[in-house]
């Protein structure tokens, strides 16, 4: 375990990391982006006798090295630490890639494959998917999660996510979003897999008056009349609407 000269560990605790990423708003200070680095600012990590939230910050890996080549100098960053880009602007954001073939959306075991509107609920479409316009361009996911008070947590219109930094967390580890509401209470677990799919191992959301719940390999939808239904499997493939609630 690397430590220096104080003996303080290079790895950063938990709950230390997400009130850094509280006070920054969930993306880095400077740009907004959703990839992130933790970053002692000021003493810099090789001085530093703590791991002090108030001395630290985000920065994403460009402006990161921006800072640590002297391209940028360490007010920039003060700066940025005081007026943190995603409480300005309201979210962080980075985009998805799906290059190669229409990703599968896969809700807490419910899979919908080669569908143009995956999920529809209350005659909206919750989740599109378009096909590439052009060489190169890749698929193009739009959609919505919201939580389960019905606020808008993560907004995605072709392939840029947005988190709302109001969330109480959000944490993004390599392909992997969670969002909490609060302690321990985990509203989306959403996971980009190798194979390119979208993954919603988690989730705990209303919309329209629907209650979704996805846990593992099942998803259970409540309806605003009481009624409830569970489902498994797959469902849909090669559907204009994959699932219509
Ligand atoms: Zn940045």
């Known amino acids: 375990m690397e430590v220096n000269k104080f003996g303080l560990s290079r790895v950063i605790p938990a709950e230390i990391k997400r009130d850094i990423r509280q006070q920054c708003g969930f993306g880095c200070v400077i740009c907004g982006l959703g990839i992130i680095q933790y970053e002692h600012v000021d003493p810099e990590f090789k001085d530093a006798k703590k791991h002090d939230p108030a001395n630290m910050t985000l920065l994403c890996p460009q402006c990161h090295s921006k800072v640590t080549t002297k391209m940028w100098s360490k ?28 990703p599968s959306l896969i809700f807490g075991g419910v899979k919908l494959s080669n569908c143009k509107i ?5 005659n909206y479409a919750l989740f599109q ?63 980009i897999t190798e194979q390119c799919d979208i993954l919603v191992s988690r989730l705990d959301m209303v919309f329209a008056g629907f209650y979704f719940e996805a846990n593992g390999d099942y998803l259970k939808v409540t309806f605003p009349d009481g009624g409830s239904s569970e489902l498994s499997g797959c469902v849909a493939d090669n559907c204009n609407v994959g699932i219509s609630f």
Request: net charge positive.
């Open 75 to 102: 007010s920039r960053v003060k700066l940025a630490m005081r007026m943190p880009k995603c409480l300005q602007q309201g979210y962080s954001n980075e985009f998805f890639d799906f290059p190669e073939r229409n």
């Open 129 to 191: 998917l378009k096909k590439p316009e052009y060489l190169g361009q890749p698929f193009l996911l739009s959609g919505l999660f919201t939580d389960s008070n019905g606020e808008v947590s993560l907004e995605i219109k072709d392939n840029e996510w947005k988190a709302n930094s109001s969330l109480w967390d959000v944490e993004v580890k390599g392909p992997c979003i969670t969002i909490r509401e609060r302690h321990r209470k985990i509203h989306l677990v959403l996971t």
């Open 118 to 122: 995956p999920i529809q609920v209350a």
